[in-house]
């Protein structure tokens, strides 16, 4: 249902002047960060708690306007763009640590605080949360799309990082989906169900989270090596090893070449892997002799270690920049990125078949992954006018998929479903996706929460 100006009305009267119906800010919330058309809501509110969200979803459910939640806006398969129009809640100005108990190890924020600001306010604490997934998203964002990153391999995702949430669910009623307990065997487990479920079954207004010491020393190395087999296979054994790596992240010759030309870096343009251990001094140097000598054992040269805070910076802005880097390579090209994870010891196999269809891509591309998990990205730096490019892509993008899926792997780590994934569900879950469509209706009835998401 269209806006009327009896909702736009209603709004603005809950909400004063943190109610936009221009078109500059409507279209600063149509979800695009990556290829996907544009989606623009109808109106942009900025809620500032839990019982305003709820007031705006009542509203909302009384003039049959869809709802979609909006964080960051770093979201890349068009998760947070407004296909039918509604009403977008901007949860930025929900931006509060409400507690930090350091004896607990946990804390509870608002949904529009950013992992950077999260960590910068227990700078003094000796704490830190290790949820990396590049971008500076937001935490609701980051449960909603149930985020990982760099640092999953030692820390997990946020599926293991969220202890509860406070979530309004379609109806505008508030609810809190477990306590503070480490673990809990009473009754169903509310706080997975909403987590990785996008905006489609409720609003996620607070988080509270698992927090970890700072460790002692952190040391962050790179290491070249032939080609993409031996890099990953180098990986793979370190941890089958049981060696407590706290990133491995794989950039191959393509990506690299396009961070040094984005980031002025002379790093040789070969496949590499970005490295961090964290622990104690002692530890750490027999860590990272056991590493070396499986990364030499697979062809591996060109160690460089940094233990400044500075030089590993350095090195983890290159990491993080490999995106942009990408998609730079070419005046006014948008990026596509897609990303697949699979069991670790598919992983080998998986990025050579993704290198040989890459062959059939006219477009500039690069690799990258969470080789510690089984995740991997491919980035292109696409012209979305041309209609080739882009049924290359979507070729490339069917047939890694299905990759994926054949050695029991999935069609999304981490960067969701959204609009871009959602014609994989059904060969990725079968009998199980129609169960997932009746919680969607039990849930929200009306079909207002994010629609046209996850769902094929």
Known sequence: MTMDDTALSALRELLGARVSDSQAERALHAGTEAHHAPGLPDAVVWPESTDEVAAIVRLCARHGLAIVPFGAGSSLEGNASAPQGGVCLDM????????????????????????????????????????????????????????????????????????????VTPEGEILRTAGRARKSAAGYDLTRLFLGSEGTLGVITEVSLRLFGRPEQIRSAVCRFPDPDAACRTAIEAIQLGLPLARVEYLDAGCIRAVNAFSQRAEAETDTLFLEFHGAPAALEEQIALFGEIAE????????????????????????????????????????????????????????????????????????????????????????????????????????????????????????????????????????????????????????????????
Not at 119 to 124: A, E, G, I, T, V
Not at 131 to 147: H, I, S, Y
Not at 304 to 325: D, F, I, P, Q, T
């Open 92 to 167: 930025t100005r929900m931006g509060r640590v409400l507690r930090v108990s350091p004896e607990d190890l946990d804390c509870t924020v608002q949904a529009g605080v950013t992992r950077e600001a999260l960590n910068h306010h227990l700078r003094d604490s000796g704490l830190f949360f290790p949820v990396d997934p590049g971008a500076n998203a937001t935490l609701g964002g980051m449960a909603a799309t149930r985020a990982s990153g760099t640092t999953t391999v030692r820390y997990g995702s946020m599926r293991e990082a969220v202890l509860s949430l406070t979530v």
């Open 297 to 456: 054992g697979h062809g591996g040269t060109g160690f460089r270690w940094a233990e400044r805070e500075e030089e590993r910076n350095a090195l983890w802005r290159a990491r993080h920049s490999a995106y942009n880097a990408t998609v730079n390579q070419r005046a006014g090209a948008k990026g596509w990125a897609t990303d697949v994870c699979v069991p670790v010891s598919a992983l080998p196999d998986c990025i050579l078949h993704a290198k040989g269809l890459l062959a059939d891509v006219p477009v500039p591309a690069s690799i990258m992954g969470h080789v510690g998990d089984g995740n991997f990205h491919v980035v292109f730096s696409v012209d979305t006018n041309s209609e080739a490019e882009m049924q290359a892509v979507k070729a490339f993008n069917d047939a890694l998929v299905a990759k994926a899926l054949s050695v029991e792997g999935t069609c999304t780590g981490e960067h969701g479903v959204g609009l871009g994934k959602r014609k994989y569900m059904e060969a990725e879950h079968g009998p199980a996706l129609a169960l997932m469509r009746r919680l969607k209706t039990a849930l929200d009835p009306a079909g207002l929460m994010n629609p046209g998401k996850i769902f094929p």
